[in-house]
Structure formats: structure tokens, C-alpha cells
């Protein structure tokens, strides 16, 4: 995606959204989610988002997306890439997930509104608000701050 004024604040929207799926998915073993994408076993890793995902977001909201890739060398630690298709109402957005030990990452690389709006910070705004709205427990409420 070509960077421009808005991308900033609208990968930092996303990140936040996708946090807790992302501290998820590093719980499992790097070197099974090396394997899966190394022997690519798409299905097997688009079944591990979703057990992810499901916690926290609506059914189909964070989708495993076409592929990824990883960094496995000696005297380093592993890095995953995961794409990632990510479907709240009204908006799709390409990203990937980078997963490493102690962090992890997301580079969008497209977002597509269904019904873009005229004003790029509204556009930005119903990202917000469709992640939120696609999310379990809503940011703000007595659940969230539990956890």
C-alpha cells in the first residue's frame, strides 16, 4: 500500500484491534508455524487464526489470508509473517502479522471500504468503529479492563 497521511493512524487502529489475536498465536511453537508454512499447510494455519481469532472478534472477522513467510537462521530468532484478512462491516483490510518472540507487528497493505466515504479521516473513523463493533468484549467495558 502506498503510504499516505492516513495510513499511519489507520495500521495503529488495527494493531490495537488485533492485539490480543496476535498474543494468541505466538503462544504457539514458532517451529509448527514455520512448518505449516513451509510445507504450506494454508488450512491448517487459517484453523489456528480463527481458534485465535474466535476469542475475541465475530466469526469471519480475522481471516488466515494467502500465505505468509518466516526467518529461520542459525543464532537468531525465528520470525513469522502471517497475512491476514481482516472483515469487520463495511471495510476489508490486507495485512501481516509479524510474529516474534517477545512481539509482534502489522504492516496493512490495503484497506477497502465497501462504501468509501468522501473525507479520508471519516474512512478512518468507521475503521474504528467496525472493529469495535466486530469485537466480543468492547474496549472500554468492565470485561475488558478485567483482562
Partial sequence: MRKCTYSAEREKIVAEAICPVATELRMLD?????????????????????????????PGTINFGAGGDYRLDWGIEPEVTLDMEIRPPGVTVYAKLLLQKDKAGVEVTHVAFNEPLADPDDNTA??????????YVKPGSANAQAH
Fill in 30 to 58: 514458532a517451529a509448527d508455524l514455520v512448518s505449516l508454512l513451509r510445507f504450506e499447510c494454508y488450512g491448517n494455519l487459517a484453523d489456528l487464526v480463527s481458534s485465535a481469532a474466535e476469542l475475541y472478534f465475530l
Fill in 126 to 135: 468507521f475503521l474504528r468503529k467496525s472493529l469495535d463493533e466486530a469485537r
